[in-house]
């Protein structure tokens, strides 16, 4: 299934692939045996990022830990998860950035035999084991930073003595402090100076951390991400991440780790993040560094009433709709630009393959910023750009209690980091999801809003599981209608505060005669709504789209035709 583009016109089009498209869409449920040529396991995945000291706590000690994951791998599976995404893992600060021990797991969370028993039991349910490893930054309380800043007192540090930038006789700066009050100054993490940054031009220094790469794979992990590879190499001064040389030292690890695992069983997966990549810096780290994936960022950035987008006013009512509607449209244009562009900083030219570069992944939220229902100040919101971003092609990257639209703690300094609220939702998994009639039994202290919430949540993951064209099709999104309301293919969503009447007409259009026109019967299966929907649009009710024309929606409705 190959389309042109994408198009963005709220008017109409021409297209005849894009009516191929949409009717693929809407047969996919009856025709689910549609061939893809997918080898990449994430292609097909779900991948679900966890702060591992909050997420379920298995010994009531007060600190998520590693069992406690493993009493919750039938529920990943459940909920479609193909990989998870470990966060804390590795020993770091509280802040969960710099690390104070690569070899150690992080206080309290369990041993390294409960570690392999977690990787065991996941690759038997067919899960992923991920890990977010930070190359770059360190705690002020690693080892290694004081013995590199006596070293010169202290022969036996000697080779310590450059392992982190030092400068003498330079500026303080939001990158640069001095050390404990002495002349000697060492460069850091932007207004961080708890987190010194490791000189990668030394040798020791790489050498060292593919040391602890190897630990790490020799534990049997499945893959790494690269946290804060913007610090591998920076201009002089500490500002500006000097991308050519990050994507030269990220391509030195990965042949490094390739060699590694050798030739049993899957290459170690690599992904990595960063939220002001350029389209020519992602597709740098992707065709040179050989990077599998680079995460979207740009929707973590979404907050209910902030200037995000660039024609976004501060105090519409419509911001979130037009916001999300320009950051996807801009995003599904790069990730189908040209399959033989040109990387403008290494020149590099790869062969035409039919497959998309840069592969799609969609994050919006994650252990660093507040969760999305309480950016955006609604749960109901929250849940309709979840179900956004599981219709688009690509790789949904989830950040946990997505599913529940889960908000912030009250209090703590990282309240995006509570425990997952609403452990019952396993009582509600272990039901057919379609069932109106659960008992009060299987629902006792189950909020309501979270049941609704969660079982939209599973049709559209089942929906996605069987269908290709959700996973790996061409995506066609309409330009927001009165700011706040938009068709993506046919999936229809107002994040507005009054109802909007979405003219489908563009979409018919695409016949060149009236009698065209005529002679094709248009009608759409409700296949998944979201919590606002349930009464207007009830799954599995038909809709007549030939005759009218038109999709209605109350505020804060989206359905799934």
């Not at 009717?23 to 292609?43: G, N, Q, V």
């Not at 950051?327 to 290494?346: G, P, Q, Y």
């Not at 020149?347 to 969760?371: A, C």
């Not at 039994?441 to 599981?465: D, M, V, Y």
């Amino acid at each position: 299934m190959k389309g042109k583009g994408i198009i963005n016109n709220s008017t109409t089009t021409k297209s005849n692939i894009g009516f191929f498209l949409l009717f693929a869409i809407l047969l996919i449920i009856s025709h689910p045996k549609c061939e893809f040529s997918i080898k990449e396991w994430w292609k097909d995945s779900i991948i679900y990022e966890i702060w591992t000291i909050s997420f379920f706590d298995s010994n009531s000690d007060g600190i998520g830990d590693i069992i406690g994951i493993i009493h919750k791998l039938d529920y990943l599976k459940r909920i479609g998860v193909g990989a998870i995404f470990l966060r804390s893992i590795i020993r770091v600060e509280s802040s969960g950035i710099g690390v104070i021990e690569y070899k150690k797991l992080s206080s309290n969370i369990g041993t390294f035999e409960h570690f392999n028993e977690l990787i065991k039991k996941a690759h038997s349910k067919g899960i992923r084991i991920l890990i977010d490893f930070p190359l770059v930054l360190n705690s002020i309380s690693n080892p290694w930073f004081k013995k590199s800043a006596l070293a010169s007192a202290n022969p036996e540090d000697a080779n310590f003595a450059d392992f982190y930038i030092w400068r003498r006789g330079i500026p303080n700066s939001e990158f640069i402090s001095e050390y404990s009050g002495s002349i000697l100054k060492y460069f850091h993490a932007k207004n961080r100076p708890d987190l010194p940054v490791l000189a990668w031009s030394n040798k020791n220094v790489s050498d060292t951390i593919k040391k602890a790469l190897s630990f790490w794979i020799n534990e049997g992990i499945d893959g790494f991400h690269f946290s804060s590879i913007e610090y591998l190499h920076r201009s002089e001064d500490g500002k500006t991440p000097e991308w050519e040389s990050i994507a030269k030292i990220l391509r030195s690890l990965r042949i490094f780790i390739d060699d590694e695992k050798g030739n049993i069983g899957e290459k170690i997966f690599i992904f990595a993040s960063y939220a002001h990549l350029s389209e020519s810096t992602k597709r740098l780290l992707i065709e040179y560094a050989s990077l599998n994936l680079i995460v979207n960022t740009e929707l973590q950035s979404l907050v209910s009433g902030n200037l995000i987008c660039s024609k976004t006013k501060i105090n519409s009512d419509f911001s979130i709709g037009e916001c999300v509607n320009e950051i996807v449209a801009d995003l599904l244009m790069f990730h189908k630009k040209d399959e033989e562009e040109i990387s403008s900083t290494t020149g590099l030219i790869k062969e035409n393959n039919n497959q998309i570069k840069v592969w799609p992944v969609w994050s919006i939220g994650n252990s660093f910023t507040s969760r999305l229902a309480s950016r955006v100040d609604s749960r109901i919101i929250a849940e309709m750009l979840i179900q956004l971003i599981l219709i688009l092609p690509g790789t949904p990257l989830l950040y946990y209690g997505e599913e529940i639209s889960q908000k912030d703690e009250s209090r703590g300094r990282f309240p995006q980091r509570g425990p997952l609220l609403d452990w019952n939702i396993e009582e509600e998994i272990k039901n057919n999801f379609t069932n109106q009639n659960l008992s009060k039994k299987q629902l006792k202290n189950f909020n309501k809003i979270s049941q609704n919430i969660f079982r939209n949540f599973l049709r559209l993951i089942n929906l996605r599981k069987y269908s290709n064209s959700l996973r790996y099709g061409n995506v066609y999104i309409t330009k927001p209608m009165e700011n706040d309301a938009f068709l993506i293919t046919i999936f229809a969503v107002n994040f507005g505060l009054n109802t909007r009447i979405l003219p489908i007409t563009h979409l018919f259009s695409i016949f060149n005669t009236k009698q065209q026109q005529q002679k094709f019967k248009w009608y759409g299966r409700i296949i998944s709504n979201n919590i606002n929907s349930n009464l207007n649009y009830p799954i599995n009710s038909f809709l007549d789209l030939t005759k009218n024309k038109i999709i209605k929606l109350e505020s804060m409705q989206s359905i799934k035709i």
